[in-house]
């Protein structure tokens, strides 16, 4: 069984910066299409940053600019910047083996094979 391990939530102030992790149990991700997604409660879970084989990126309107999706060694990183108390959800890592390039990865969910359990962002005013 894969499991997804996000890290680094936390709380911060307005303003400040988080980087989050993403690592898979048993494999790298170098080979996966992977995402980051973010959910209130209350609210539909929604796609923030998307990093496919083909190193394509996408991001939601809401965090382009502040965002950055990465990969190092198999590993995922969600770089937040200037954080609004706006972002404060609970992140979760998601991956598919899907390779290349990929339409509209933020928005078709079911194409996740893997999800992590989530960590929290808190961003205060």
């Known amino acids: 069984q894969v499991r997804l391990m996000e890290s680094g939530g936390g709380s911060v102030q307005a303003g400040g910066s988080l980087t989050l992790s993403c690592q898979a149990s048993?494999?790298?991700?170098?080979?996966?299409?992977v995402a980051w997604f973010r959910q209130t409660p209350g609210q539909e879970r929604e796609g923030v940053a998307a990093l496919d084989t083909g190193g394509n990126t996408n991001y939601a309107d809401a965090v382009k600019g502040r965002f950055t999706i990465s990969a190092d060694n198999g590993i995922r990183y969600l770089q937040m910047n200037t954080l609004k108390p706006e972002d404060s959800a609970m992140y979760y890592c998601?991956?598919?083996?899907?390779?290349?390039?990929?339409?509209?990865?933020?928005?078709?969910?079911?194409?996740?094979?893997?999800w992590g359990q989530g960590t929290q962002v808190t961003v205060a005013s």
């Open positions: 048993a494999y790298a991700l170098t080979h996966f299409l």
């Open positions: 998601a991956s598919s083996p899907t390779l290349g390039s990929v339409a509209d990865p933020l928005r078709r969910l079911e194409i996740y094979k893997y």
